[in-house]
């Protein structure tokens, strides 16, 4: 069993290690944050998913850690033409939740499927790709940036209209990708410009555009945030029975089990349960989730900077900043310090889509702590063959 272990899964043993971590955790929250679900079906049944969920993913980071990074850059276009012809189909045949229409149903297994989460690991693939192709001087880099803000814009295009949050997260982390690749400043400046003149025209013309039927939802959630008025929309209910729900956890947490708010809250189990999480296990539950973050930040660090190659250390920056960044949202939300958004909290959250989406990330950025610690181990070898040669 060991050995099978030690075949099949590679890369970095502290990422694994949050890995487990985080899906125990998940397994724990969405068991008891189920809530008033339970009375449907019984809280073992959700647990039960969400384990299939955790293994499905688990052989998808296994099996991805396993591809040498080289095929996730000869791949990476076709990757990205096939995520974006499924966001424009999901745009007339998905599935409409919320007046949000964002995912499909496939067939037979009535399993749905986030499109914009396949969509983002594409692009950033894409971009990581591109850019290193192009690395080198100011002339080079200038000519990078056309084709990777013009798939850029088509992709954050076709998700805005029902996931503005997410657009937004994916055109961040592209944008810090530029700037640690080197392009100028200039152009990164007038692409933000471009950017914000965008969205208020959009936002302005909401009431007006038929297919920005989200627009109002949009504008309340900042306004309520900003103006921290109270009220009865959904928005400020949700961050009002989260608040809630951290204030009576107190240090200790009431428990395991024990969280009164996941009756009262909703998407317990998937945008909010990092509150759940503190209801219940206290101060320390969250600040360990958090910390698990951080760590998981500074191995991706660490690879990036034992990575020689440019692709795999921009791939490996674009996915764990995606990470990250989305982690840190949730959070923010669940605790009051952003406005209201639909970011699952990677590898915790309730959700399939969610779950295997993020394990393909966690996948390719192992791809590559293998293929570093391959090479040093090839230079090191090399080294005590010359030093016994010497000898």
């Known amino acids: 069993m060991i050995d099978i272990i030690k075949k099949y899964v590679k890369g970095d043993s502290k990422i694994w290690f949050i890995i487990i971590f985080l899906c125990l955790f998940?397994?724990?929250a969405v068991f008891s944050s189920m809530g008033i679900k339970s009375h449907i079906r019984p809280g073992y049944f959700y647990m039960y998913k969400q384990l299939?969920?955790?293994l499905a993913g688990i052989f998808v980071i296994i099996v991805m850690s396993n591809i040498p990074c080289r095929y996730y850059s000869k791949f990476s276009t076709i990757f990205l033409y096939v995520s974006i012809f499924l966001?424009?189909?999901?745009?007339?045949?998905?599935?409409?939740?919320?007046?949000?229409?964002r995912s499909l149903v496939v067939p037979y297994l009535?399993?749905?499927i986030q499109t914009s989460e396949i969509a983002k690991i594409a692009l950033i693939i894409y971009v990581a790709r591109i850019l290193a192709q192009y690395q080198g001087d100011n002339e080079k880099m200038a000519k990078a940036f056309k084709p990777v803000i013009i798939h850029t814009a088509i992709v954050t295009a076709l998700i805005f209209?029902?996931?503005?949050?997410?657009?937004?997260?994916?055109?961040?982390v592209i944008i810090i990708m530029l700037v640690i690749s080197g392009i100028s400043f200039k152009y990164i400046f007038g692409t933000g410009t471009v950017l914000v003149a965008m969205l208020a025209l959009l936002l302005i013309l909401s009431p007006y555009v038929p297919f920005l039927h989200r627009g109002d939802t949009w504008i309340n959630r900042i306004e309520n945030f900003s103006s921290g008025k109270k009220?009865?929309?959904?928005?400020?209910?949700?961050a009002t029975q989260a608040k809630i729900a951290i204030a009576t956890g107190g240090i200790l947490g009431k428990g395991p089990g024990n969280s009164v708010q996941r009756n009262f809250l909703p998407h317990s189990s998937s945008d909010f349960i990092y509150a759940i999480i503190a209801e219940e296990y206290?101060?320390?539950?969250?600040?360990?989730?958090l910390v698990a973050y951080f760590i998981l930040l500074a191995r991706i660090g660490t690879i990036v900077s034992k990575s020689k190659n440019t692709f795999p250390a921009l791939m490996v920056i674009g996915l764990g900043f995606l990470l990250i960044i989305q982690a840190l949202i949730n959070m923010g939300v669940s605790v009051g310090v952003i406005?209201?958004?639909?970011q699952p909290l990677p590898m915790v959250s309730w959700g399939t889509s969610s779950m295997l989406c993020t394990s393909v990330a966690l996948g390719a950025i192992l791809s590559v702590s293998n293929q570093v610690s391959k090479k040093q181990k090839i230079e090191e070898s090399l080294t005590t063959s010359d030093e016994e040669v010497e000898c």
Not at 87 to 101: D, K, M, P, R, S
Not at 231 to 238: F, K, P
Not at 339 to 342: A, I, K, L, Q, R
């Open 26 to 28: 998940s397994l724990l």
């Open 52 to 54: 299939g969920s955790i």
């Open 87 to 101: 966001l424009v189909f999901t745009i007339f045949y998905g599935e409409n939740i919320n007046l949000a229409t």
């Open 110 to 112: 009535r399993v749905s």
């Open 161 to 172: 209209k029902d996931n503005l949050s997410t657009s937004l997260l994916l055109f961040c």
């Open 231 to 238: 009220g009865d929309n959904e928005s400020n209910y949700q």
């Open 282 to 289: 206290g101060l320390w539950g969250p600040v360990l989730i």
């Open 339 to 342: 406005p209201v958004t639909g």
